[in-house]
């Protein structure tokens, strides 16, 4: 079955300062990977998605993720954080053909000023 | 263009009762899923519904339910409501039945059991 951990489950990063939310995950077929953000109160909303195409994919916002099969990671970056960016973001695998997402415990991204 | 909606977008219930949670899709979309988030956690799947019929379900008991309507509208059904029900409750719509199309999530129930 597929899985998926964050590490940490809380950053905090200074404004214009890099962000970088870690994500591994667990799949013994080729996975379709996921970054979603949460702001209070909000549901939730797709960043970017990694389909088996290249290899670094770039989403919205100003964020990217690379997959590394090797390391089985599909980290979350962003060069320069903005106040704006603080939120929860989960990182979430899926396959099969009814698409269930599995998501990981989240990572609160705090930004100080 | 409408979203995801979901309605309503609070409710308290007391334990043993039942609720009825009701989402529409993005227009266009025709899948639904419902997917349980408790507090500090991530999301779970709940179940999917395509074509009225349920497709998937993920670990959740019986007591919870669920109903697509030919307007591809959706309703989530809990019984028995236990204090551990309490979570915000999201929907999320796409197109048909490939993997890699994007899931759109609505806003969320929060449902609060005491």
């Known amino acids: 079955a597929q899985s998926v951990t964050q590490l940490g489950s809380h950053v905090s990063v200074s404004e214009g300062a890099l962000v970088l939310l870690r994500c591994n995950y667990s799949?013994?077929?080729?996975?379709?990977l996921f970054w979603y953000v949460q702001y209070p109160n909000q549901g939730l909303q797709l960043l970017l998605k990694?389909?088996?195409?290249?290899?670094l994919v770039k989403g919205i916002n100003g964020f990217e993720a690379e997959f590394k099969k090797s390391e089985t990671s599909f980290h979350l970056t962003k060069p320069s954080a903005h106040m704006s960016d603080a939120a929860e973001y989960f990182c979430?695998?899926?396959?099969?053909?009814?698409?269930?997402?599995?998501f990981g415990q989240g990572t609160r991204l705090t930004i100080n000023p | 263009d409408a979203g995801v909606t979901q309605s309503p977008t609070h409710l308290i219930k007391t334990r043993g009762q039942q609720v009825t949670l009701r989402c529409s899709p993005k227009?266009?979309?025709?899948?639904v899923s419902w997917y349980q988030q408790a507090l500090g956690q991530g999301p779970q799947f709940i179940f999917q519904?395509?074509?009225?019929?349920?497709?998937q379900r993920g670990n959740f008991p019986d007591r919870f339910s669920g109903h697509q309507f030919p307007n591809y509208s959706s309703e989530l059904n809990v019984n028995a409501l236990l204090l551990g029900d309490s979570a915000l409750y999201l929907c999320?719509?796409?197109?048909?039945?490939?993997?890699?199309?994007?899931?759109?999530f609505g806003q969320g129930t929060r449902l609060t059991v005491v």
């Open positions: 999320a719509s796409r197109t048909g039945v490939r993997v890699n199309t994007e899931a759109f």
């Open positions: 799949s013994s077929v080729p996975p379709y």
């Open positions: 990694y389909t088996s195409a290249a290899t």
């Open positions: 979430a695998v899926s396959l099969g053909r009814a698409q269930k997402l599995v």
């Open positions: 227009s266009g979309h025709d899948t």
């Open positions: 519904y395509y074509e009225e019929e349920e497709r």
